[in-house]
């Protein structure tokens, strides 16, 4: 079974970063798929921020890019999101996810199988 386990959210000043980390257990081949962090504040839908399949191309959402920045580590199965110059509109539950396949770069969320339970990122002015 596929595990994905978010960490390093938490509560910063406007300005300020945090590194998000998402560690996959259960599928060997994982690192050869597209996964993505996404996230979803209180009453909003969730939406994608930044996605990476396994030669690093990459695709951010237009709110994101120049601040975040994604990554990810095959040797340990575990995916990052580098997250500068936050903003409050940046407060939200962050979920990392992967996708079935390793084809289509998308920031649909509805396109992603599995995903983690989310860490908690708070930005205050």
Request: charged fraction near 20%; include cysteine; hydrophobic fraction near 35%.
């Amino acid at each position: 079974e596929v595990q994905l386990v978010e960490s390093g959210g938490g509560s910063v000043q406007a300005g300020g970063s945090l590194r998000l980390s998402c560690a996959v257990s259960g599928h060997t081949y994982s690192s050869f798929l597209i996964m993505g962090w996404f996230r979803q504040a209180p009453g909003k839908e969730r939406e994608g921020v930044a996605v990476i399949n396994s030669v690093g191309n990459i695709l951010y959402a237009d709110f994101v890019k120049g601040r975040f920045t994604i990554s990810r580590d095959s040797a340990k199965n575990t995916l990052y999101l580098q997250m500068n110059s936050l903003k409050p509109e940046d407060t939200s539950m962050y979920y990392c996810a992967r996708k079935d396949d390793y084809v289509g770069l998308t920031l649909r969320p509805d396109a992603y199988s599995y995903w983690g339970q989310g860490t908690q990122v708070t930005v205050s002015s």
